[in-house]
């Protein structure tokens, strides 16, 4: 079976450019979330979508960040204009709704702001 | 605000050393506890995943503890081997089923040969 599939894999550009990232998560999740990971530190929650309604977007800095979940399956998350501090890992997860929602990731797209 | 903290955040062991990796929180309301592996440049590996009604998950020479009323979890390894070497990442649901996981900062281990 196949696990959460992002790409790119690796992204470098220049601050002030656009960024996008994609995410295919296990077949049958329900839930897809979208975690930063700075160097040295757990990832951090930005999103998280319940099929495809956006339930917690507390921590998703929504003046340059966006996402979408189209059809409750495959998702984009946005960067723009990207800055110096977004430099970081970008990581995918899903999980079923339903107990005990046990979260598995993808590789991530490890973003570099020059 | 419920808080992760990982000690030690780096541990060099021999191989073939038994090892305990520890995470403690603030908060003992949780729902559940996983354990992650992290591989350099790599997502991350669910490894063990612990109700707060369970006291222990086993899988190999993995063995995880979790103690609410302490705040703390720990992950046993086993007669540990070079390829344990890796980041291990514990991460706790507050809020019911319906929380998000809240991370430590992690443990880098490293298993010398």
């Known amino acids: 079976e196949a696990g959460v599939v992002q790409s790119p894999r690796y992204k470098i550009i220049e601050k002030k450019q656009p960024v996008a990232f994609w995410c295919n998560p296990i077949?049958?999740?329900?839930?897809l979330y979208w975690y930063r990971q700075n160097l040295g530190q757990g990832p951090e929650l930005l999103i998280r979508?319940?099929?495809?309604?956006?339930?917690?977007d507390s921590q998703l800095p929504k003046d340059r960040f966006s996402a979408e979940r189209l059809k409750g399956v495959d998702s984009t998350l946005k960067i723009q204009p990207a800055e110096l501090g977004d430099s970081a890992v970008y990581l995918c997860?899903?999980?079923?709704?339903?107990?005990?929602?046990?979260?598995?990731f993808g590789p991530g797209t490890r973003l570099t702001v020059t | 605000k419920q808080e992760v903290t990982q000690i030690p955040a780096a541990l060099s062991v021999p191989e073939g050393e038994n090892l305990v990796l520890n995470c403690s929180f603030t908060?003992?309301?949780?729902?559940?506890l996983q354990w992650f592996r992290q591989d350099p440049g790599k997502g991350l590996t669910s490894l063990l995943l612990?109700?707060?009604?369970?006291r222990e998950q086993t899988s190999g020479r993995l063995n995880a503890s979790l103690d609410k009323s302490s705040g703390r979890s720990t992950l046993y390894i086993a007669a540990s081997q070079p390829g344990d070497s890796a980041t291990y990442l514990c991460?706790?649901?507050?809020?019911?089923?319906?929380?998000?996981?809240?991370f430590g900062k992690g443990t880098k281990l490293s298993v010398k040969p």
């Open positions: 997860a899903s999980s079923f709704r339903d107990y005990p929602r046990e979260q598995y």
């Open positions: 077949s049958g999740h329900n839930t």
């Open positions: 979508y319940e099929n495809e309604e956006a339930v917690d």
């Open positions: 908060d003992s309301a949780i729902y559940n």
């Open positions: 612990i109700q707060s009604s369970q």
């Open positions: 991460a706790l649901r507050n809020g019911g089923s319906q929380g998000n996981l809240i």
